[in-house]
């Protein structure tokens, strides 16, 4: 790999990062903590570990998109959007108490990502494979989302 290829990869790693303040910004904190939870939400560990890795892995595919055709329109004005989407969720949810403006968001978000998929799979296999880990765990977002909104009517400003 030369410079400018790693110079390219550090700024993927930086634009998801930027993103990824969002999550640090707003924090699930006590108020989440009380809540009514599903059996079935993974351990406050996980998230911030899942996060990591996903936000590498999609760092890494917009990067391996960008070496192999540059800066392609539509393939990153999705991937773009995917980003603003992610970023937002956490704002609307722990920020806002709004899960049901966040479930619209991460509905929306995770299919943006699909179509992300799409648009990078004829560029690159591996770049689009790469997002399909992130689609997955936005679905799985969704449905705690909801889960966690429809249990707790009374501690949301939307409920």
């Known amino acids: 790999m030369n410079l400018a290829a790693i110079a390219s990869l550090l ?15 707003f924090k699930p ?12 939400t993974p351990p406050n560990l996980a998230f911030p570990i899942v996060w990591t890795v996903l936000y590498l892995m999609i760092a890494v595919a917009g990067w391996r998109i960008y070496e192999t055709a540059g800066l392609v329109a ?5 991937y773009g959007l995917q980003l603003v989407l992610n970023a937002a969720w956490s704002g609307l949810f722990f920020g806002l108490h709004r899960p049901g403006l966040a479930f619209a968001d991460v509905v929306a978000m995770a299919g943006v990502i699909a179509v992300n998929i799409a648009l990078f799979a ?6 689009a494979w790469l997002l399909v880990p992130y689609l997955a765990w936005a679905g799985l977002a969704a449905c705690l989302n909801y889960s966690v909104w429809r249990r707790n009517p009374g501690a949301f400003a939307d409920a």
């Open 11 to 25: 700024v993927f790693i930086a634009i998801v990062a930027v993103v990824a303040i969002s999550g640090v910004v």
């Open 29 to 40: 904190g006590p108020w989440y903590a009380r809540l009514e939870k599903p059996g079935w």
């Open 74 to 78: 539509l393939p990153f004005a999705v």
């Open 122 to 127: 004829p560029i690159d296999a591996i770049a």
